[in-house]
């Protein structure tokens, strides 16, 4: 072989070799600089405490800063779409929360598609729901609900945090698998909701056990079940609706995700940092005190959850014809 023929060679072969050693390189130096997670949520609540633990276990982890910016409004898709506009750098990243599974089939027209332009990075948690009414309620137990809403059809309010929220299509799910009817009455969130059913205004609902737990325990409110697949380890003498209603399960699920065409090294790094979190005993144990449980997945596994999430809801959301508010 000539010389110049060998030294093209060697150029080629090493050209070739850049492009990996650069991915190999940008993963093993991210991050260089402070990462922003976009909570489209206000400050103080559920999604905004869980983002601000895990930008500080995620800052303990990598050595740099992960800090969160709020940004509430239109249901979470203000956030959403700023995450979708910004540069896929691995600098700006999304906490993903219920709501972003429930808007595709919830609004008609969006200036994004959280499918096309958000790459789901890892999944964090999930969070059952637990089925709470007021102590004064006659019914003890998912049958004996049953068996009171079909007798009195229409005639129990069930308080939600508002069209399209998790409260909401949890128990639009339950009407529609118990064969019952219920009037749903939205509130501006959680909080409102949750006292004016401890006042027996309302008698149901379908809350986050993050929200409920501590009315619970107090004895304000009565658990009749869990919306999950499986028992809740802080509730674990409570039943699960699916023990009484077959198949029922709905349960809310957070991870992070980031601009599609984020490198997918720097994804791949993200994954399996987050992952190995989640195997820390503090962080199971931090998460058991919100009510909620670990969930390891892959990126391409967490983005078939997402993907069977949008398809479960959005059924759910054309059978109850739910529209915003």
Do not use: C
Request: a positive charge; aromatic letters at 8%.
């Amino acid at each position: 072989m000539k010389p110049a023929r060998r030294q093209f060679l060697r150029l080629a072969a090493g050209a070739a070799a850049l492009p990996a050693a650069s991915r190999i390189g940008r993963a093993q130096t991210y991050p260089l600089r402070p990462v922003r997670i976009v909570v489209p949520f206000a400050a103080g609540g559920t999604g905004d405490i869980l983002g601000r633990l895990w930008a500080q276990w995620l800052s303990e982890r990598l050595g740099q800063q992960f800090f969160i910016d709020d940004r509430p409004g239109a249901a979470t898709n203000t956030g959403t779409e700023a995450v979708a506009r910004a540069a896929p750098d691995g600098y700006t990243l999304l906490l993903i929360t219920p709501p972003n599974v429930v808007n595709p089939s919830l609004y008609e027209k969006l200036n994004f598609s959280f499918a096309r332009d958000i790459a789901p990075v890892a999944a964090l948690s999930v969070t059952p729901g637990v089925v709470v009414v007021n102590p004064s309620f006659r019914a003890r137990t998912i049958p004996e609900f049953i068996g009171f809403a079909k007798a009195n059809p229409g005639k129990i309010g069930m308080a939600t945090q508002g069209n399209g929220g998790s409260a909401h299509i949890y128990g639009e799910l339950f009407k529609q698998m118990a064969g019952i009817d219920m009037v749903a009455v939205p509130y501006r969130g959680e909080g409102p909701a949750l006292i004016d059913l401890i006042g027996g205004q309302v008698q149901v609902m379908f809350a986050l056990m993050p929200s409920a737990l501590e009315y619970i325990r107090s004895g304000s409110l009565r658990a009749l079940a869990v919306t999950d697949g499986s028992r809740a380890k802080v509730l674990p003498e409570v039943p699960t609706v699916g023990e009484f209603v077959p198949g029922y399960q709905a349960a809310a699920f957070q991870g992070i995700g980031a601009p599609r065409g984020t490198p997918v090294e720097i994804v791949t790094r993200l994954n399996s940092e987050i992952n190995a979190l989640l195997r820390e005993p503090k962080v199971n144990v931090r998460l058991a005190e919100l009510g909620g449980m670990p969930l390891a997945l892959s990126p391409d596994d967490f983005g078939k959850l997402i993907a069977a999430e949008i398809e479960k809801w959005g059924k759910v959301i054309r059978a109850a014809n739910i529209k915003p508010e």
